[in-house]
């Protein structure tokens, strides 16, 4: 009777698993990257997701599982991940794994499953996490190219931080493979501060992800369950009185059915309910499920023995059971798992205080003595939570230290944080705790902040800084306290505060000695001044620590100063020397293999060739920087800065889709703040280029330009004030735009570089001439003001001189400019402006020939207020152009897609065949029907028939 509570039959859900079977299909299409399948616990996530995967096993997909557990919040990082992956060297050895990364590549796996040999000795942070991401995004790209794989994780409302962003980044970037992650989660767990909520509404967002809420049965449905469980078809009486106390939930019908007398009695509460099966079992055996209970969802036959002190022999009596009863289960490697986590959660809240201190004792201790009782890597973190689950100050203290080291090795420093304040927390009841852990309380709050730094939780990390510098005399202890004034300084950056230079000074007045600390403290000053536009200052400081890193042999620091030097050439329009500094800086992280050092320069390269004119030779080094960000692990970091720089190249060169498609490309890496920045500034140019006023003010209020907040950086200031004067100028606004560029003028240091001080001023012209009739005065002061400051510009390369002509009014020759260098956009502003004058002075014949070059350049980009302002000139001259032909009128891209609308395909299956997402593709069919003029799929595809678009 013990063994018959589940149903053999399977309940229900053929809508469900409809989903899941269409979730596989559509991500062997590469349109679809995983399911959030959230359900009340106890509602029967597991068994669907359990039916699913046999379901897709059998039709030859691989399916690895992973499960967070109740101890990932207490330090234990990439849990689900692990599992998968110690499944997956199970089934193929680790010199298979490993034969699917890039060569040494597995190392980095290594800090999750010792198997994989002795972990990369990298004190990069910035790219070491990234990296771990990449190769598992590798990992699970090559096992799809043979056959579709599942990657199934449950439980991810108990899931750490790390693993949470591991998630969300394989379900951005897994869109090309055939690859479907199925998550599950309890949603009746999430509570208004959940950390997985925001995850869930980011994923929500994300195209190829799909939400499955998984409702409760319906009374016909546990009719159902209820006649599998008996073997019998129920009285419907007693069915109406189970679906009515179970509420539709599989569990409690299970629950409430395992009555060995047959009498469905009801207790009053849940847990009496989940606890009903447990009291009936002998009372040895509810004696060992406590102790299992303490030692969590799962716990190993060999620990399991050790705690209870019982034989082999003894502990499987006890436990048989238990597993006859369905209350425990066997799971491989000689583990035991409760049914489900309510069965266990119950139990466990049925020990007493003094028991569960016991017990979590024992556990300890039985680590303590043998690590090998518990999974490779887990050791340290389960030690943490027993020993403070005991109430052992001491050993609490020492085994959290010790977690938190092999937390942060692992690269989850949102993990270890914790474990960092339960030992700064412990301190004070612990007699020389610095002897315990070979550190003083000092030591723990410099490695609390750097963890805070690099899993950017920056309120905390400055409360860590400020304790330690409380701490700390800079009389004695100068090198340390320099350090945390940097680490100050990075947490204002990361806040957008001023006043970091200042004290990044500070730091540097503390340490005067030629030193190690001195050259890195120059470093981040040095490049924080370039940003400033404080070149000389800058440069000063970044020669002053080359020559003590080159003293001191350190060829890292010399690579990062060089680049603050570049920085500081490019600021004041040196861009050739710029891009000879950045190669040196190259071939130095060539030469002691430093990812980031070379993908550093590569990106900054890729600025230095477009103001230098040459975006041809930009985009193909972006494609070869890509490539090798990818190889580095470091697609997310450098990479999406590099995405962001060719998606610049391509603004420039007017092929505004496809940079376009790049942002896209890039965001969904989820780029740090700055990074962001960049990139929805090119965003935000073509949406003013377009007329897309809803999309340009949403990126002007995210960077804060609507509300004047201020900014630090000189191209922060730069590109924003462009954006704000264009917005303005786009509302009809020129005396507002006119008042924005007198402020920036007043800006003591305007930037040489093309793209940032010299294209600023052509707008500035403009702006003057469209505000000269409302405020003659100010727009006089404004244009001398503009001229002064150019004078004082250094001239960086052909595009920078084609800014300089459209400034002084030579239009002609700057549409001349812009053509050889192959930028239709301000070419044909050039051109329009220079048929504006023509027009003026009585050349109708001349004006109309400008604007016959300018309106197809303009139509072809979709920059509406261009193309309007172009007709109107020409009507106003007499001689409108011509309409465009329809080819001409559609981009390659747009051929692209109309060819397979035409065809009948949907948005995702466009998506997939062209590897961009579905919501550019929706994006692109829209601007099809609207320079078609038509309002339908149907009808597009019939004008494309009619004319010929599609035969060439």
Known sequence: MLGRMVSPVFVGREAELAHLADAIEAARHGTATAVLLGGEAGVGKTRLVQRFAEKAAKDGAHVLFG?????????????????????????????????????????????????????????????????????????????????????????????????????????????????????????????????????????????????????????????????????????????????????????????????????????????????????????????????????????????????????????????????????????????????????????????????????????AEEISRNRQLVPPGRAAVELAHHWYGARNDEWALISAWEAARKSMKAWAYAEAIPLLERVLMLWDKVPDAATRINADHTYVLEKAAMAAANSAEVERGVKFVRAALAELDEATQPDRVAMLMIKWGGFKISKAKLGVVEDFHKALELVPDLSLTRAEVLTKLSQHLMLQGEVDEGRARAEEGLRIARDLGDEYLEGDLLMNLALGQAIVGGSADQYETNVNAQRIGERIGSPRLILRAIANNIDALNDLGRSDEALELSYEGERLAKKYGAIRTNGAFILNNRAEALELLGRWDEALETTEQALRFGPSLRTRHHIIRVQADIALSRGDLCTLEGTLSELGVLKERPEDFVQDITQSTRLHMGWHLLKGEPDAALAVAHRVLSRPTQSSKSALGWRLLALISHVCDQAESVDPALAGHVRAHATEVAAALRLSGPPAEAYRLTFSGDFDAAATAWERLRRPHPQAKALLHAATIAAQTGDREGAAARLKVAQPLAVALRASPLVEEIEMLARRVGAAPAPASSTELLTPRELEVLRLVTQGRTNRDIAAELFISAKTVSVHVSNILAKLGVSSRGEAAAAAHRLSLLSL
């Open 67 to 363: 499960a967070c557990v109740e101890l990932s919040t207490d330090g234990l990082a990439y849990a689900p991940f692990t599992a998968a992956l110690r499944q997956l060297v199970r089934e193929q050895g680790t010199r298979k794994v490993a034969a699917l990364l890039p060569e040494g590549a597995e190392r980095d796996l290594a800090r999750l499953l010792p198997e994989f040999g002795e972990p990369t000795v990298d004190g990069d942070t910035d790219t070491g996490r990234a990296r771990l991401f990449e190769q598992f995004l590798t990992l699970l790209e090559r096992l799809a190219e043979s056959r579709p794989t599942i990657l199934v994780i449950e439980d991810i409302h108990w899931a750490d931080r790390s693993s949470r962003d591991l998630i969300a980044f394989l379900s951005r970037n897994l869109a090309a493979a055939q690859v479907l992650i199925v998550l599950t989660y309890r949603s009746d767990d999430l509570h208004r501060q959940h950390p997985l909520r925001p995850v869930l509404a980011e994923l929500s967002r994300v195209s190829g992800v799909l939400r499955l809420d998984l409702p409760r049965l319906s009374q016909d449905e546990v009719a159902e369950q209820m006649t599998g469980i008996l073997g019998r078809v129920p009285e419907y009486a007693k069915v109406e009185k189970v679906y009515e106390r179970s509420e539709g939930i599989p569990l409690f019908v299970e629950a409430l059915l395992d009555d060995p007398d047959g009498d469905c009695a009801f207790p009053d509460s849940m847990q009496d309910l989940i606890l009903s099966a447990v009291e009936r079992l002998p009372e040895e055996t509810q004696r060992v499920l406590r102790m299992a209970a303490a030692g969590g969802t799962r716990i190993g036959h060999s620990l399991l023995a050790a705690v209870s002190g019982l034989t082999d022999i003894e502990l499987e009596s006890a436990l048989r059971p238990a597993i006859a009863g369905n209350v425990l289960q066997i799971a491989d490697n000689r583990a035991y798992v409760f049914r489900h986590a309510l069965i266990r959660e119950a139990v466990h809240e049925e020990l007493l205080p003094g028991e569960h201190q016991r017990l979590h004792a024992r556990y």
